[in-house]
């Protein structure tokens, strides 16, 4: 159940066996089936959950009843309401699943007696924490200054496969078009290609 | 000129004498005059910049020539455009001195080196992100869902006071109101109080 974690893990830092072995009683592993909810809005986001297989999203409905999308989880990427989590206040959006999960959560204490008991998690954290904030920042310019096939292709960059994997207003929604757009970008992609 | 540094990381981890010796060579010490540039929209962010005295901002001009202040850094906080710092791509705003400044500056490589020779910054830095992180979010968060009466007392909670040391219409641009609103708001504030 921890293997693609730990995957990411030794991307960024090297763990001892006997570190590895400290780390997993931090988290509950968790299987979510297709459709059901992480976290709904107006709830506390008590977890931040790293995906091991499957897919999970976030996404917030505004007063219209749109949905829009905010992130997109496929295995090995973390997902959660950071602000939520980190400040206790209630969440802003809702994370649900994709494709059936496998998923490994942790709470805010259960991560700082981890953080504790592994130092050297705290540079695996500080890492995670700034790639959040440049993926948050980039969002905001993209969503500004991009037109809609570099956002496209922006997308398939950090996820390859997605455009298979989920529904096509989804993405359109989380590329903040409408899906006639989306179909003309994809159109426009494969006659270049 | 080492000593605001030495309280606000004291505020969050503990440093042994050694390590706080250790610590300094990494910082570039550095006067600024009121109305310099610490940094020029398109250029390389290549420091982070810690205030230990006077105020610095961030701003951004649209394509019409208006200012919107991103960011007041007095003593003790840190300002950097962070994306540009950790991606390396050009620089989307500009900070210069609203008062004239004694700043740390730190380089990418630096800060690097120094969290491999005090692994306990490690903690720090990280505390430094998710801050960061939370008040990005706050920041989008609270332009979309709060009224300006909200926002000015948000902000007079994080700098208590910011009202007697920047120009009214700088802080109307942070807020995102005009100063005429935030002319209004005051009054307002002032008569309940």
């Known amino acids: 159940m921890f293997e693609v974690l730990f995957e ?9 066996k006997e570190e590895e072995n400290k780390l997993t009683p931090f988290f509950i592993p968790k299987k979510y089936r297709k459709r059901q909810y992480v976290l709904q809005q107006g709830d506390i986001c008590k977890y931040i ?22 992130q997109f989880a496929p295995e090995g990427w973390w997902i959660a309401d950071n602000y939520s989590f980190l400040t206790g206040s209630p969440s802003s959006y809702d994370i649900d699943v994709l494709e059936d999960a496998e998923v490994l959560l942790i709470t805010q204490t259960a991560l700082e007696e ?44 950090a996820l390859p496969n997605i455009a298979q994997r989920v529904p096509q207003h989804m993405l359109a929604s989380f590329l903040g078009i409408t899906p006639e757009t989306l179909s003309r970008v994809r159109r426009q992609l494969l006659k270049n290609s």
Do not use: W
């Not at 130092?119 to 200054?145: D, F, H, K, W």
């Open 114 to 157: 981890m953080l504790q008991a592994i130092p050297v998690m705290e540079r695996y954290m500080r890492i995670l924490m700034q790639n959040s904030l440049i993926s948050m920042q980039n969002r905001i310019a993209c969503t500004l200054g991009s037109n809609a096939e570099e956002r496209y292709q922006g997308v398939l960059k």
């Open 49 to 70: 959950a790293f995906v091991e297989k499957g897919m999970l999203r976030s996404f917030q409905v505004d007063d219209k009843g749109n949905e829009h999308v905010i």
């Open 8 to 16: 990411h893990i030794d991307k960024k830092i090297t763990l001892t």
